[in-house]
Nanobody, 133 residues
């Protein structure tokens, strides 16, 4: 049974940084592309970033390009999201997810919006990130 556990969220001032972690259990994470999503209050969940299983290729939503960095440590079965230069609008619950059906590469998608979420099928419980002064 696939289980994903996120951690690292918290309260941070604008301009600050946080690093989120997502550890996988019950499956061989090294063979899966992994994604990060977020859902702000009153808004739909949106794609943030995705990383391939082995070649390290990544995708980013336009809103986080240049500020967020996704990475993974397959030996630790963990995917990270380094978030720098945080803005008020980054406040959300952040989720990690695996593709379903399982796949080693991120979905072919230009913007990570719209139907992007439909490519993913296993989700963590989420971790709250609040950016506030």
């Amino acid at each position: 049974q696939v289980q994903l556990v996120e951690s690292g969220g918290g309260l941070v001032q604008p301009g600050g940084s946080l690093r989120l972690s997502c550890t996988g259990f019950g499956f061989t994470m090294e063979f899966y592309a992994m994604g990060w999503f977020r859902q702000a209050p009153g808004k739909e969940r949106e794609g943030v970033s995705c990383i391939n299983s082995s070649d390290g290729r990544t995708q980013y939503a336009e809103s986080v390009k240049g500020r967020f960095t996704i990475s993974r440590d397959n030996a630790k079965k963990t995917v990270y999201l380094q978030m720098d230069s945080l803005k008020l609008e980054d406040t959300a619950v952040y989720y990690c997810a695996t593709l379903y059906p399982p796949a080693p590469v991120c979905p072919p998608h230009a913007t990570l919006t719209g139907d992007y979420e439909t490519y993913f099928g296993s989700w963590g419980q989420g971790t709250q990130v609040t950016v506030s002064s």
